[in-house]
Structure formats: C-alpha cells, structure tokens
C-alpha cells in the first residue's frame, strides 16, 4: 500500500484549502481510509475517517462541521476540504489506512491502530 498526500500549503484564518490522498495498493476488504494530524510538540490527533465500502465519514469533534471527507472512486483519491481554518488547524496531516483485522470502534482515534502512513503535508493557518 502507498499513499501520498499533498495540497497543504499556507493559509489566512477563515480561509480553505484541500488535502488529497493518493492511494495505490488497496484491496478490496481494506476497512477504512482516515486522516491524522500533528502539530508541533504534540501527539497525532485523529481528524476524520471513512470505511472504504462508503457511508458517512466520522469526524472528531474540533473539525466537525468544517472539514469534509470525501473519494473519487474512479481515481481511488480522498479528499479533506477545509473550511473555516483557524490558527489550531496548523499542523502536518496524514491519510491512513486500516486494514483487516479492522480497528474496533473505541480505538479508531488510535493513531497505533492504523497499518499505513502517508508522507504527510503541512498546512499552516496564520495572517
């Protein structure tokens, strides 16, 4: 499995960008594709994740209602639009992926869980 992520960039407060996740690799009973984040000094943070069958992508709580998760299934690519950043949103993201046997529903904001990691890419939110 590869993943590679891109789009971060730098950004003004309030402002959007759209991270994609490039992934090969993948088979048929991965269980879901997610996104982490880490911000200087501190520890990967769960941000969203999605089952690879489909169905509505779980958010945490401090990006909910500004970040969606979404796939092109044609060109296997996840996407996380950022809306609304704020200064606390600067981090390095990463796409993950879980596979068989799949994380339980309690530990999905494991970062250890998780079987890949992208390279990650950074998104810096300041004025």
């Known amino acids: 499995v590869q993943l590679q992520a891109s789009g971060g960039g730098l950004v003004q407060p309030g402002g959007s960008l759209r991270l994609s996740c490039a992934a090969s690799?993948?088979?048929?009973?991965?269980?879901?594709i997610g996104w982490f984040r880490q911000a200087p000094g501190k520890e990967r943070e769960f941000v969203a994740r999605?089952?690879?069958?489909?169905?509505?992508?779980y958010y945490a709580d401090s990006v909910k209602g500004r970040f969606t998760a979404s796939r092109n299934n044609a060109k296997n690519t996840w996407y996380l639009q950022m809306n609304s950043l704020k200064p606390e949103d600067t981090a390095v993201y990463y796409c993950?992926?879980?596979?068989?046997?799949?994380?339980?529903?309690?530990?999905?904001?494991?970062?250890?869980?998780?079987?890949?990691w992208g390279q990650g890419t950074l998104v810096t939110v300041s004025s």
């Open positions: 993950v992926v879980d596979r068989p046997p799949c994380i339980i529903w309690g530990r999905i904001r494991n970062a250890r869980e998780y079987d890949y």
């Open positions: 690799g993948l088979t048929f009973d991965t269980c879901a």
């Open positions: 999605a089952r690879y069958s489909g169905g509505e992508p």
